[in-house]
């Protein structure tokens, strides 16, 4: 094999491994890809950038889809020393338009509407709970 035909053939190889990376991470699953139509509907995030950032958000969904709120949850950003809370509400029923800091994050007249409640702490440590203010 002569050095040009090695050249092609490294160039080749490169090539390939950069088509094969790139599509990789251009196929990873998201929210997307999960069924029941998750729709953001509010969200907080504190301003705070050097200390710990607390995310809330309120979410709505089509169906009870335990598994896939979970996953949902898990799609959240997350930053280390801070806290997520993600409250899944059923499309249709009453729910939050903001959430707040704070031991109550909404207006309690709307926990009843509440399906689910997943969250995630400062030291990563996952919780999520079915129904959490019944």
Request: aromatic share 14%; proline share 6%.
């Amino acid at each position: 094999m002569t050095n040009k035909g090695r050249k092609y053939l490294l160039g080749a190889a490169v090539l390939g491994v950069l088509v094969w990376i790139i599509s990789q991470a251009v196929s990873q699953p998201g929210v997307q890809d999960l069924s029941g139509n998750f729709e953001e509907v509010a969200l907080y995030r504190n301003e705070n950038n050097t200390g710990p950032i607390i995310r809330i958000y309120a979410v709505t969904l089509t169906d009870t889809l335990w598994s896939q709120m979970e996953q949902y949850g898990n799609f959240m950003p997350h930053t280390k020393y801070g806290y997520t809370k993600v409250y899944f509400f059923l499309k249709g029923s009453p729910v939050p338009q903001q959430v707040s800091p704070g031991g109550e994050n909404f207006d309690p007249a709307l926990q009843k509407y509440c399906l689910a409640l997943y969250e995630k702490d400062a030291n990563g440590t996952v919780s999520f709970r079915k129904y959490p203010f019944l």
